[in-house]
């Protein structure tokens, strides 16, 4: 699906950075981050007992970089070393991912794995219950971002491969420490040419002339940008089989506004269009991502609602070929929303979010696409959707690419069952509660508490694969099972979260989270049962 909030105000933030290192009319600066994060889940598997628990140490050191000669150009590049690669020299002598010692008690140099879903050596590859975690070699260095900046009279004009959005939003995430549970992991990122420009100013500069000062403020402002994105070349010899997306985003930032008699402050309302279509697979799609932000006095509000349109044949190619049929155009028809409420108390912040993705409870081809998912890194929870949940989906994914394998078919769309922790079919309650317990000279030591209630937005939790696979008639309902076997359900369950966060000098950030999930229905496997799983996340950070 295309993404698809485009925050204007983060093109220009980096000018305001301090300068680091400067020549010959150039200035360097960059920042660096890195991150030790230990997990343990207990159980992985709710319903079996291939996975018991699991635990494991991964690491990232992201480094962002900006060259600029002041007021002309900028090129940045972040790029990511040893992302998600475990602590210590992991795998088997030999084998792949292989260590740098066969014998453990002697290894001098860790490697650099990370690990995955895969099928468990000798087990039925057409059994979900066969793919376990299994170790994978992982890139030491990824390159996120790599793009170009050049600042004309008249507006800004960017070109690379450069963040897909700025911020949280519902269908895509800049990837930065802007969660408020867990981390992110994924960079949403795209290639793309993309020209904004401030629209009040260029109206002030036309109506008074060369005396007009101009107003630079990033929050502050009518900004529009419009953009061009290469998503799918494919054969650089045809133009009919790209994947193309182009759209136009408006925002409007105000520090304070005065309306019906309330001043409103930080206030942040955006518009997007986005139009996302290739010819190979016939696919037309429209979204129209909405978004609004403001406070007045204790009350803070951020609302968001994505409306997803269109037809495509792409995800029926691979479906068909699952079910045996011929595949058809589909309608999508799909809609995603959070709200978030905070309320300021003195040391106390009540939270009130709610999240909404619409669900599909009938994955045949032939019948429209109605399910969305929040983008991967905006975090609902710290257990059920960001590790059960990605757990579980990928494991009917991995049967669905076993049997698409061998099929010559023309999509693989099997990649999005994996949901990767991403919210999706699903109504979320949120109540939190943030308490800042200490703050002092240099440090501060803040806690949050919250219990996530949430339902499948969809006549329950089905999993494509396996239902599409199992069906026998012309009524679904009767084959379709949850990603653990059993019935679709009614309810997700319920998840305790905790979080305790101790910052020091704003360079060293403690965080230690822990998540209690008690599952219901949807979780339940074919004998209707699930226990009880725990998580435990402790994280290190240094900023530099």
């Known amino acids: 699906m295309p993404s698809r909030s485009t925050c204007l105000a983060g093109l220009l933030a980096l000018l305001l950075a301090p300068a680091v290192a400067a020549a010959d009319g150039f200035e360097l600066e960059g920042d660096l981050e890195y991150r030790a994060d230990t997990t343990y889940i207990n159980p992985f598997e709710l319903g079996g007992t291939a ?5 494991w140490t991964d690491q990232r050191l992201r480094t962002d970089w900006r060259l600029r000669h002041a007021g002309t150009v900028e090129l940045h590049l972040q790029a990511d070393l040893l992302s998600g690669v475990l602590f210590g020299d992991t795998g088997s002598f030999g084998g792949d991912p292989s260590t740098n010692s066969g014998v453990s008690i002697a290894t001098k140099q860790p490697n650099t794995t990370s690990w995955e879903i895969g099928l468990r050596e000798g087990a039925d590859p057409l059994d979900p219950d066969s793919y376990v975690p299994v170790l994978r070699g992982a890139e030491p260095v990824l390159i996120n971002h790599a793009y170009a900046d050049a600042f004309l009279p008249f507006g800004l004009l960017r070109v690379g491969r450069q963040p897909l959005s700025y911020g949280a939003n519902l269908s895509s995430h800049e990837g930065t420490r802007i969660n408020r549970w867990g981390v992110s992991r994924f960079v949403d990122s795209v290639d793309r040419v993309m020209f904004a420009t401030k629209l009040d100013e260029v109206y002030l500069a036309l109506r008074e002339g060369p005396g007009h000062k101009p107003n630079l403020a990033l929050d502050d402002g009518v900004f529009l940008a419009v953009f061009h994105d290469w998503l799918n070349q494919r054969s650089i010899f045809s133009l009919g089989d790209d994947t193309r997306q182009i759209g136009a985003a408006l925002q409007l930032r105000r520090p304070r506004l005065a309306l019906m008699g309330a001043v409103f402050e930080d206030v942040f309302l955006s518009a997007s269009v986005i139009r996302l ?10 979204a129209l991502p909405l978004k609004a932000e403001g406070r007045v006095g204790p009350l803070a509000v951020s609302t968001q609602l994505m409306l997803i ?4 044949r792409e995800v029926s190619e691979g479906f068909a070929a699952l079910a045996k049929t011929e595949a058809v155009q589909q309608d999508i028809r799909a809609l995603g929303a959070q709200a978030i409420a905070d309320y300021d108390m003195g040391p106390v912040t009540a939270t009130l979010e709610v999240d909404y993705a619409s669900g599909d409870d009938d994955p045949r081809p032939e019948t429209p696409i109605t399910q969305f998912s929040f983008a991967r890194d905006l975090n609902v929870g710290l257990l059920l959707f960001e590790q059960i949940m990605a757990f579980e989906s990928a494991r009917s994914a991995a049967v669905g690419i076993e049997n698409l ?4 078919a023309a999509s693989f769309p099997l990649t999005e069952v994996a949901s990767d922790g991403r919210f999706s079919n699903a109504i979320a309650l949120f109540p939190q509660v943030g308490v800042r317990l200490f703050e002092g000279p240099g440090q501060r030591l803040r806690s949050r508490s919250g219990v996530l209630f949430a339902w499948p937005a969809a006549d329950g939790v089905v999993d494509p694969i396996m239902t599409v696979l199992g069906e026998d008639g012309d009524d679904i309902s009767d084959d379709a099972v949850n990603f653990h076997g059993g019935r679709p359900g009614h309810y997700y369950g319920t998840e305790l979260d905790q979080q305790l966060e101790w910052t020091f000098r704003e360079r060293f950030v403690w965080t230690l989270e822990a998540a209690v999930l008690l599952p219901g229905s949807s979780l339940e496997n074919e004998h209707g049962k699930a226990v009880n799983a725990f998580l435990i996340d402790n ?3 240094y900023l530099f």
Request: a positive charge.
């Open 539 to 541: 994280r290190f950070t």
């Open 51 to 55: 996975v018991r628990h699991a635990t």
């Open 309 to 312: 349109r269109g037809s495509s």
């Open 277 to 286: 279509s290739d010819d190979i697979f016939n696919s037309h799609v429209w």
């Open 405 to 408: 394998a061998g099929m010559g």
